[in-house]
């Protein structure tokens, strides 16, 4: 007790009472707040708090060690526990009901009996994991997705055991009877899983029983060796039908019946092919197909009430009001053997053939099929059967399939999921109530698919290693992991804890910054080689067998160090020095360009001081010398004249070079005021009228040097050529910048000429060649008596 710090001995070994000596065991609280104790000896003792003892509950068992509290989904509160006769049970706590887990030598999945020392329950998870003396044990509610059903030892287990139909009892749904192959016909209580035999001794005609279904009547049908018979639960009599064989030497087998519509059973054969029986009358007659024999493998009706007959060579389809009878996908080879026919909910026809999933149309084309190429495991599928929920359950050699036609999803269920065996042969049944059962060897299989157990807990997903260079790494779960300069193969190994069929388990992951999308793997470590620099965020979840996926993924930080070469200091470095090198030689042309405009404006000062006034000198001693000659030989008067003429020519040019190469008038406002000094000169001369659509002033835009000298030099050739030789009385000249696109027109109401008859002279050639150089383009437009019209377009 608290208060004095001492200790009660309630129960114990050496206890002097002797109803409280025993050996004690483990102690927990239930949800009532009552403390429970194991034992050795008086199995599970509660504590009474009115006598402050423990008091002896009702158990069968005398020996019970670890235990735990649990809700069973039928049962209610119950308890596990290691003792009772075989090492482990369970009980109820509503009405103490006792579940013993014996040893099953043919079932993998039952306890070891030996045993259990420790029992523990995983809250996330619901797995009870069980201790024993030979190991540990788990019990997962959610793994095996499919009831496991063993055929009791009486039933000898051999190679001709296996499960070929079941149906449920027509008056008691409790009570199921099977046709077991080569075993004979049995009844078998669910409830307490016991089966009783319906043998020769009873009246069953041959131990070789194919098929079984129930009619209207409630009256169950065996197909068997060499007959069918009709069996009354209610009198539990056999009635024997035997169909007309009139191939002698065969084993005639009667492999799959039918009710139709209007309560004939049809009989399907593995030599005679179909029959018809009257339940009334008792009357088999044989519907005869073809020459050949006949392998009816299964017949079902549409609701026209033709008869579909799935054979080895396709399918028929009979009309029984008419007799019509058709031939679909007949081949000769046994890889068309049609195994299963089924409607479903819109009626189209679908077949499960050894060549996969077929859907027909009422011509017998193939419309869709679904092998392995879209899904299937494995093409040879022995029976079809579909669900309420519209989905088809595919029985192949290579596990159940569950295909689901509106989104085209294929789930396959193999010995994983519970089933004795992956392949399924025969035994493939889905009954009225929605439950589906499988036929193996000893053994069948059996689940309602509304109800199939899901694993709801997704699996937790944890990073274990990190290798660099293929070479463990230190790191620190939550801190970046850091890549150095010639890292450049870093590996991550991640931990996808399920134990819920850990073999289903995906891993999805995505590193951020490096793949677009997320990335599907069954692997365990996930590798990245050559990353660029930078920071990364590697995302993993985990995804069930059943499809739940990690609510969060698990976040890893990785930093990549890049090389120097690489770095964004590197790359600023670049580019400044880029920069720089640009810079200086931007610098340089500039100072050329400088250095140029100094030797230019010199060469136009030198011309216009030396030559120019040399020319001016010329001029003046030629008109001197006229002067003081006077009347003298008008041979010498002459050639003075021609002499200042000449020398005043020489000057203008010299001018107009002058003014070329300055760099001072590189610009449109220069060009224009130019060309209208010019063009009023030459006119006033000749008494010409001389428009200039010249603006005052152009928005600031410089010219090259060759582009201002062969505009001017254009310009001044068509001035020339109008004054001189048009007989004009005006002259027009425009000029307008649009954008980069200078248009100059230059026109005349003279003469003009025929282009056609007049040869170009230089003058109108080296306008055109002018304008070639600047990249221009010069039309000259004129007719006879129309003058001349003459336009210029070029880049600026």
Request: aromatic content about 12%.
């Given at each position: 007790?608290p208060e004095t710090g001492q200790f009660d001995f309630k129960l ?160 008691s749904p409790h009570h199921y009877w099977l046709a077991v192959w ?230 396959v269920y193999r010995r994983a999921d519970g089933l004795f065996d ?375």
């Amino acid at each position: 007790a608290p208060e004095t710090g001492q200790f009660d001995f309630k129960l114990g070994r050496k206890h002097p009472d002797p109803s409280k000596s025993t050996i004690a065991g483990f102690i927990r609280e239930d949800e009532q707040g009552r403390i429970w104790s194991s034992s050795w000896g008086k199995g599970f003792l509660i504590y009474n708090d009115a006598t402050g003892a423990f008091d002896d509950y009702p158990d069968g068992p005398g020996i019970t060690t670890s235990f735990i509290f649990d809700r069973h989904p039928i049962a209610g509160p119950i308890i596990w526990s290691g003792g009772g006769f075989y090492g482990l049970y369970w009980q109820t706590l509503i009405d103490s009901a006792i579940i013993q887990f014996p040893p099953r030598p043919r079932e993998p999945f039952s306890h070891n009996n030996t045993m259990v020392r420790s029992i523990f329950k995983d809250p996330e998870t619901q797995i009870i994991w069980i201790g024993t003396e030979a190991g540990v044990e788990k019990y997962d509610p959610n793994d095996l997705k499919f009831t496991r059903v063993m055929l009791p030892d009486s039933i000898s287990p051999g190679q001709f055991s296996s499960l070929a139909g079941i149906v449920q009892d027509p008056y008691s749904p409790h009570h199921y009877w099977l046709a077991v192959w080569a075993k004979g016909f049995f009844e078998w209580d669910r409830q307490k899983n016991t089966m009783q035999s319906y043998g020769l001794e009873k009246g069953l005609y041959n131990h070789e029983v194919f098929d079984i279904i129930v009619d209207r009547q409630k009256h169950i049908w065996l197909a068997e060796l060499e007959c069918v018979q009709e069996f009354d639960p209610v009198t539990r009599r056999f009635r024997t039908h035997k169909p007309d064989f009139p191939t002698p030497g065969i084993n005639h087998k009667i492999l799959c019946l039918k009710e139709g519509s209007d309560g004939s059973i049809w009989i399907g054969s593995n030599y005679e092919g179909l029959y018809r029986l009257d339940p009334k009358t008792g009357r088999i007659s044989r519907i005869k197909f073809m020459d050949k024999p006949q392998y009816v493998r299964c017949i079902t009706e549409d609701k026209q009430g033709r008869l579909l007959i799935g054979d080895l060579d396709g399918y028929f389809r009979y009309n029984p009001a008419n007799g019509n009878l058709e031939h679909f996908l007949t081949r000769d080879s046994i890889y068309h053997t049609c195994n299963g026919i089924v409607f479903d909910r819109d009626q189209r026809l679908w077949l499960a053939t050894t060549e996969g999933l077929l859907r027909v149309d009422d011509q017998g084309k193939v419309k869709f099929a679904l092998t392995t190429r879209n899904g299937l495991q494995n093409n040879y599928l022995n029976g079809i059967e579909i669900d309420k929920e519209d989905r088809f359950w595919l029985a192949s050699a290579n596990g159940l399939h569950r295909y689901y036609p509106k989104t085209g999803v294929v789930e396959v269920y193999r010995r994983a999921d519970g089933l004795f065996d992956n392949d399924i042969a025969m035994g493939f049944r889905m009954l009225k109530r929605g439950e589906l059962f499988i036929g193996f060897q000893d053994a069948f299989n059996m689940i309602n698919p509304s109800r199939m157990p899901m694993n709801p807990y997704p699996p937790r997903v944890v990073l274990t290693d990190v290798h660099i260079l293929n070479r463990p790494a230190d790191w620190r779960p939550g801190a970046p992991i850091v890549l150095q300069p010639g890292d450049n193969v870093v590996s991550f190994a991640f931990s996808a804890i399920n134990f819920t069929q850990p073999e289903k388990t995906v891993l999805l992951y995505k590193l951020e910054g490096f793949d677009p999308d997320w990335i599907e793997t069954k692997q365990d470590i996930i590798t990245y080689t050559n990353l660029d620099g930078g920071r990364y965020t590697l995302l993993v979840k985990a995804r069930n067998g059943d499809g739940i996926w990690s609510p969060e993924p698990v976040r890893v930080t990785l930093r990549v160090i890049p090389p120097f070469h690489r770095t964004i200091w590197f790359r600023l470095l670049v580019l400044a020095l880029a920069g720089g090198i640009i810079g200086l030689i931007v610098w340089y042309r500039q100072e050329q360009r400088r250095h140029l405009e100094v030797i230019r404006r010199r060469i136009a000062r030198d011309l216009h001081d030396d030559m120019g006034s040399t020319l001016s000198s010329i001029r003046f001693f030629s008109e001197v010398a006229q002067a003081q000659l006077g009347d003298g030989p008008g041979g010498v008067k002459t050639l003075l004249q021609r002499i200042g003429q000449s020398a005043g020519a020489l000057s203008e040019s010299m001018q107009d070079i002058v003014w070329a190469i300055n760099y001072r008038h590189d610009n449109l406002e220069d060009l224009a005021a130019r060309m209208r000094e010019f063009g009023l000169k030459i006119s006033e001369a000749r008494g010409i009228q001389f428009n200039a659509d010249l603006p005052e002033t152009f928005q600031q835009r410089a010219l090259r040097p060759d582009q201002r000298r062969n505009i001017y030099l254009i310009f001044k050739e068509a001035v020339n050529n109008a004054a001189k030789y048009s007989k004009c009385t005006g002259i027009n000249v425009s000029m307008q910048l649009h954008r980069n696109r200078l248009s100059m027109e230059i026109s005349d109401n003279g003469n003009g000429f025929d282009p056609e008859t007049v040869q170009y002279g230089n003058g109108l050639n080296n306008m055109q060649q002018r304008a070639k150089e600047i990249r221009g383009k010069l039309v000259i437009q004129t007719e006879p008596r129309q003058g001349v019209r003459i336009l210029l377009d070029v880049d600026v």
